[in-house]
Nanobody, 122 residues
């Protein structure tokens, strides 16, 4: 499975961005999918995850209520809609996949995307 994330960019605080992660290869719904982010000088943190069926979603406390993860299995794509962005959301965002959403939520992934930069200006 290959994951390609895109959709990042520069946005003002309070604005919105939607990230996409396109999966290819064995890109069916056998994997839970998630988003992580890494700010400069910091470790990579969990942001959000969605189950194989799309029926369950999980969020980090810092983004809950502002970010929404979703998936379109027909397009083998996962999205992260980010609203009410804050400067502290600035980071490189990575998508990831694992057969277990429990493990994915703690940063264990079978596959990682290459990352896309999101910069939020104040």
């Amino acid at each position: 499975v290959q994951l390609q994330a895109f959709g990042g960019g520069l946005v003002q605080a309070g604005g919105s961005v939607r990230l996409s992660c396109a999966a290819s290869g064995r890109a069916d719904s056998s994997y839970a999918m998630g988003w992580f982010r890494q700010a400069p000088g910091k470790v990579r943190d969990f942001v959000a995850a969605i189950s194989m069926s799309g029926g369950s979603t999980y969020y980090a406390g810092s983004v809950k209520g502002r970010f929404t993860i979703s998936r379109d299995s027909a397009k083998n794509t996962v999205y992260l809609q980010m609203n009410s962005l804050k400067p502290e959301d600035t980071a490189v965002y990575y998508c990831a996949a694992h057969g277990s959403i429990t493990l994915l939520r703690v940063g264990v992934a079978d596959y990682w995307g290459q990352g896309t930069q999101v910069t939020v200006s104040s």
